[in-house]
């Protein structure tokens, strides 16, 4: 056994929001020792209650044999893993980047290269399933790397995965799976948006679309789970509207570098951007239903505070 492999596993996780902080609670609940990174004083507060460790700087992750990178966009885990505070300079040779923020794939391929040149390994692994499956430790990793960056993550993916597709030998692939999730993702919410705009403003009971789309074909996984929060008129962010802006926008990236159409996504992607330009896109993703409010004068049910007026 080697010196190192003797040592406790050291986990750090960069970006503890609503889906690092689920991980990383997650990993502790398997009895992983955890130090989590955010530049956010309450989310680090809130780890530590949760049993974690925490530090304000990736820098200070030196320790860490894994680190997760689960900030929101391509810029963000450029600055986490390269910026001035980044992590990568102070990490030990043969260390591990899991790269789970959902980037463009030729972002990903890329940082594979780099981080190899810097004598550290990388797991291209975006996650699916949301912030209450990242908290059970019950996500879809959608995962590409050489053989010893998998055998190096095995524990980690354990702990916070219920699936784990391995998807090839090389960084990139796995976020290209994750952008076909994104496309399905992003046009199945604006979908059930547009769709349940047209049945209030049809004069349908909400509550009732949603009861019966469920059981009938029109069904997605995104309308089960993101309908609700209108019925609830809560649009507290588990994924935000800007998410889907990203994303959709790396869709749209990715198709015209391939000279492939996503007219669809397009169409998803203009309602988001419609939604964040109104002022919501820090808002749940399923607000975007509130473009069609504007559009129609529909009337959305209400959080319950907001219909006593408060
Ligand atoms: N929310 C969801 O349901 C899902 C999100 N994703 C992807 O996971 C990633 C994270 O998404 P969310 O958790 O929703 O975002 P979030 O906005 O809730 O959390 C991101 C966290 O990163 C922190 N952060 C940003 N820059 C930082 C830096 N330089 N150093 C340290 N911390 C920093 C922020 O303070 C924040 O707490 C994104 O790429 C998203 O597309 C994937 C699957 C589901
Ligand atoms: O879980 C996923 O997959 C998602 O990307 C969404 O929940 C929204 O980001």
């Known amino acids: 056994m080697s010196k190192r492999s003797e040592q406790t596993l050291q986990v750090g996780v960069v970006g503890l ?174 979908t059930a948006a547009e769709a349940m705009a047209l049945g209030i403003r049809m004069g349908l009971d909400p509550e009732v679309i949603y009861k019966v789309i469920t059981h009938s074909a029109g069904n997605s996984w995104m309308f089960e789970n993101r309908v609700p929060h209108i019925l609830s008129g809560d649009y507290t962010p588990l994924s935000a509207v800007d998410i889907f802006v990203k994303d959709l926008n790396i869709v749209h990236q990715t198709g015209r570098e391939l000279a492939l159409a996503t007219p669809v996504a397009a169409s998803a992607l203009q309602q988001f951007t419609a939604a964040s330009g109104a002022g919501f896109g820090r808002e749940d993703d399923s607000a975007v239903i509130k473009v069609y409010q504007r559009l129609s004068g529909i009337t959305l049910p209400e959080a319950a505070n907001d219909a006593l007026g408060g």
Do not use: W
């Open 17 to 190: 929001g609503a889906m690092g902080m689920g991980t990383a609670t997650a990993l502790l609940q398997k009895g992983l020792s955890v130090t989590g990174c955010d530049i956010s004083a309450n989310a680090r507060d809130t780890f530590v209650a949760a049993g974690g460790s925490s530090v304000a700087t990736p820098a200070e992750l030196a320790h860490c044999h894994i680190v997760l990178v689960v900030v929101v966009n391509g810029a963000q885990v450029e600055q986490v893993l390269f910026g001035k505070q980044g992590v990568v300079s102070h990490l030990a040779s043969g260390s591990l980047i899991m790269q789970c923020a959902t980037v463009a794939p030729s972002q990903a391929k890329q940082l594979g290269e780099r981080l190899g040149a810097e004598g550290l390994m990388m797991l291209d692994a975006p996650i699916s399933g949301g912030a209450a499956k990242a908290k059970s430790g019950e996500l879809s990793v959608m995962a590409s790397g050489t053989p010893e960056a998998f055998s190096c993550a095995q524990t980690v993916l354990d702990a916070m995965a219920a699936n784990v597709y391995r998807l090839g030998d090389e960084p990139g692939i796995g976020s290209s799976m994750k952008l076909v999730n994104q496309l399905l993702a992003g046009v199945h919410i604006a």
